[in-house]
């Protein structure tokens, strides 16, 4: 399976290219989409984020106040670091479980959809990179056009990150954002056909993994019977 990385800046447009990715049929595992799974009331990540940042981080549903929790760690880098050590170990175990799953079920591409890839380490991990990319003016436009956020606070959010300039370095494929919608899709398109170039023969082996996958499955349950049958056999004794 390929395991395709797909970032860009804030705002630069990784979700809609995600989207036009997933109408192909490829999976793509959402980072915003699991950081926010992560820190779902009643979560450990969630308790952690009261301990650190206090009570009144939440509404009084219970839910973690987003906008007041953004405010505070998009303009402060000690209290970012201190969020992100608490919510990233999570997402990268989820995105780790959301890849073995995509493999055992013998799919021939996988989209890890990652703003902070390069930022986090992950980029080594992958067998591909894209960067979505748009110049920081329009970036910044659109991030305030979507949010209605002030210029300050996108900025802020823009600054949260590694410039795009700087994550263009780590492409092994550049989608230029800068023109309209269906330029964008043009150039996804392209980008499909070349993933799927990439994959090569070896995938024709994925019909393979699902009856591994049980097979494994199956395994791990028989043994851990085994031990429970020692166990208590040992306990009789
Ligand atoms: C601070 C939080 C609560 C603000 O929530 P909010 O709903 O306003 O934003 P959302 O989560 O939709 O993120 C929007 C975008 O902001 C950027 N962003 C989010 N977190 C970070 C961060 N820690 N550092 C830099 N950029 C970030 C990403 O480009 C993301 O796509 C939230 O972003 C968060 O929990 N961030 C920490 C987890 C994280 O790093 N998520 C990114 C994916 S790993
Ligand atoms: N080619 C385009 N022309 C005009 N607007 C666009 C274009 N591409 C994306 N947008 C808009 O720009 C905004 C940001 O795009 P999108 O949400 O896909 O970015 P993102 O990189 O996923 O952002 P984030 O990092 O916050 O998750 C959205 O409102 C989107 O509709």
Known sequence: MLVVGLTGGIATGKSTVSQRLQSFGLPVVDADVIAREVVAPGTPA????VRAFGEDILLPDGALDRPKLGAIVFNDEAQRKVLNGIVHPAVWRAIFWAVATNWLAGKRICVLDVPLLIEGGLYKWVAKVAVVYCSPELQLQRLMKRDGSTVEAAIARRNAQLPISE????????????????????????????LYAETGW???????MPPVGIMCAAWVLFWNSVKRARRAARKKR
């Open 46 to 49: 969630l308790a952690k984020i």
């Open 167 to 194: 994550k263009v370095a780590y492409a092994d494929y550049i989608v230029d954002n800068s023109g309209s919608h269906q330029d964008l899709e043009i150039q996804v398109d392209g980008l499909v056909r070349k």
């Open 202 to 208: 070896t995938w024709r082996l994925s019909w393979l």
